[in-house]
């Protein structure tokens, strides 16, 4: 089975500077998927960003980038030029690719989460 | 609908009784998820849907959970016998059903039951 750490329970930082949320996984299979989700306190979890193993390039969406490492299990979150809307629980989460869940799509399983304060 | 739609958002029992929470995909999702979150927690995957079958029940923690899915749309996760144990926020995901990474699942706000 899968496992995801999170080892990060809560980090700060102040407005318009920029944080890393550290993730690593346990994992046997060579092909999956990695994504960060936010989670504010409406509670809905909104996906952040997602990254395919098979890529080597690293994923970026506006101001939120991921530093993948595949030989370490190691897919860390960066926010730049943070902002107040910023604040929220962020999960790391892995999904087997469909070759390992029988060709169909899987559960994803999350990490315990970070909580990201943003200080103004 | 705009997005996955849950309810009742909040449910309170008391121990012994059976719940029902609901959940509504998006229009044309062929694919929906149950998870549960426990506090300070991340989300358990409980089961899986493709269309009207449930793909994956791996998760679901005992025979006192119960899901289904008869026109393939919307989901109702049946709880009988609750027990404390169970008070938690109860999130649905639905996505296109579609092979791989690209297929995101997109998740309601939850229902969150607690069990007296």
């Known amino acids: 089975a899968q496992t995801v750490t999170q080892s990060q329970p809560e980090m700060s930082v102040q407005e318009a500077e920029t944080v890393t949320l550290s993730c690593t996984y346990d994992?046997?299979?060579?092909?999956?998927?990695l994504f960060w989700y936010k989670q504010p306190p409406s509670r809905q979890m909104i996906l952040v960003i997602r990254?395919?193993?098979?890529?080597?390039q690293n994923a970026t969406e506006n101001r939120f980038s991921v530093n993948f490492q595949k030989a370490a299990k190691s897919f860390s979150l960066k926010i730049s030029d943070s902002q107040l809307g910023d604040a929220a629980m962020y999960f790391c989460?892995?999904?087997?690719?469909?070759?390992?869940?029988?060709?169909?799509?899987?559960?994803?399983?999350f990490g315990k989460g970070t909580h990201l304060i943003i200080q103004p | 609908g705009a997005g996955v739609s849950q309810t009742p958002s909040n449910k309170v029992t008391e121990k012994g009784k059976y719940v029902e929470l609901r959940c509504d995909p998006i229009s044309g999702h062929t694919a929906l998820y149950w998870y549960r979150q426990s506090l300070g927690q991340g989300p358990e995957f409980l089961i899986y849907f493709q269309g009207t079958g449930a793909a994956d029940d791996s998760g679901l923690p005992n025979d006192r959970f119960f899901a289904v899915r008869p026109e393939g749309s919307v989901s109702t996760l049946k709880i009988q016998r609750t027990e404390r144990g169970d008070s938690a926020v109860y999130l649905c995901?639905?996505?296109?059903?579609?092979?791989?990474?690209?297929?995101?699942?997109?998740f309601g706000p939850g229902t969150r039951l607690t069990v007296l």
């Open positions: 994992t046997s299979e060579s092909d999956y998927y």
């Open positions: 989460a892995y999904r087997s690719a469909p070759l390992y869940s029988g060709g169909g799509a899987d559960g994803l399983t």
């Open positions: 995901a639905s996505s296109r059903g579609q092979r791989g990474g690209t297929d995101t699942q997109y």
């Open positions: 990254q395919e193993a098979y890529k080597q």
